[in-house]
């Protein structure tokens, strides 16, 4: 971490957007204040921060790979070398990194995190959609069948209204 | 800020022209000094900076304080009224 001031602005850039701190321009005057403010973060959080930011932003560009990305990161650090490769590659793509520390850093950063993260938000994703019908579905289902059931009972009783009255007009008439 | 001071609504009330950085609320002689020997001299220069960080207070009072040595209140002062002044006059 020692090497931020040897990184060019671009590379300080991409960092902060990694660690979600919010910046301007990358210019002599604000340099030192970002790199400290990198340098603070990744003391800090610096593997929970980062892998969620990408994550997400990753989630909104490639919508269609929201499910097979997040088993394949699943792996965790004994499969880091053989499984997660082409993550990896992605995520250099995506980064523009250059230096091999920081994508060391970076993916196991990546499947550290992961490792515990996207699994309940798979299932977070899945849930609401089977639960949502249920919920909502049951009860109208059950709301037809108590109409049916109450219009077949005030039949009823129209029917039943009906024929003990005609009986003393008939009686009377007669 | 509940309270600002008769320096701060002096800066915020006009276009800051040609100021000296001292004009500054949060900015005494010796942090003046501090900021004059690394180039902003001027007002302008510190809003330059200001606007730099996207008038981004918390952002702007690491810079200060990083910079002349500034406080949090003295720090925090100046961001207040580069924001106001930028509010109006921006």
Known sequence: ?174 | MSTTSQKHRDFVGEPMGDKPVTALSGIGEVLGKKLEDQGYDKAYTVLGQFLLLRKDGELFVDWLKDTCGANSKQAGSCSQCLKEWCDSFL
Do not use: C
Request: net charge negative; glycine share 6%.
């Open chain 1, 1 to 174: 971490m020692s090497d931020l001031s040897a990184k060019s602005a671009e590379e300080i850039r991409d960092l902060l957007d990694e660690y979600g701190i919010k910046h301007g321009p990358v210019v002599g005057t604000t340099r030192s204040l970002y790199e400290k403010k990198l340098r603070e973060a990744m003391a800090k959080g610096s593997p929970k921060q980062s892998p969620d930011k990408t994550y997400y932003r990753e989630e909104e560009e490639e919508v269609t790979y929201i499910h097979y990305h997040p088993p394949v990161r699943n792996e965790g650090f004994g499969d880091v070398v053989r499984r997660p490769r082409t993550v990896e590659y992605t995520h250099e793509v995506d980064h523009h990194y250059e230096e091999p520390i920081i994508n060391r850093t970076q993916a196991s950063a990546y499947q550290n995190l992961s490792y515990s993260k996207p699994p309940p938000l798979k299932a977070t994703h899945q849930k609401p959609v089977h639960e949502a019908p249920k919920s909502g579905g049951v009860p109208g289902w059950l709301r037809v069948l108590v109409f049916v059931l109450i219009a077949v009972f005030l039949y009823y009783v129209y029917s039943t209204m009906e024929t003990p009255k005609e009986n003393p007009f008939n009686g009377i008439e007669a």
